[in-house]
């Protein structure tokens, strides 16, 4: 069975003028409200193909305090691409699950439980969004970014063999942007804001 992601036509998301770059904050309930309104789910392979859809991720940043839950994936994982690379976001792709009201918040939830063992009360807020159409992944997704805050850093990694992580003070960041994910990249460039 082929799977379904869900995804929002780029005209409907964005007009037909402006593409957004980077991380921003502006006008995210604008952006909610679309995905809201066009959302539909499509087949994955097709979808991974076409920049005139936008895959909707939500992609979680894990906080306790002022340090920042930093995963770095190991070289089991199939993607080799990231092998080594350094990220300070959770996140994937939103499939079915009932109906479209909520879906969004539900695939994050789900994504979070995949991915870590949050053992610590936390609560979840948007903080912004991630669009970046100059390479061919970035073209075909958009992240609405969250963050986690934990009461404590009671949060482990699930998938040990694929990933490694731990809890760092937001100034060991900067020095490993050259490693990370692009969208982790750009979380970090703007964490005071984020923050503040």
Known sequence: MVEQVLVVPR???????????GFDTHNLGFYRDRIARFARFVDRP???????????IPYAMVRCGKRILTLTRLAKQTEKR????????????????????GIVERGLQRELDEELDLRAETRIRPVGYINDDSSPVGSVHFGLVFEVVAATEDVRVRETEMMEGGFREVSELLPLAGRMETWSRFLVENLAEILR
């Open 11 to 21: 005209a409907d998301l964005f007009g037909l003028t402006h593409n957004p770059h």
């Open 46 to 56: 097709p979808a991974e193909e076409d920049p005139s859809l936008k895959q909707i």
């Open 82 to 101: 990231l092998h080594n690379k350094v990220s300070i976001g959770v996140g994937g792709h939103i499939n079915p699950d009932g109906g479209l009201d």
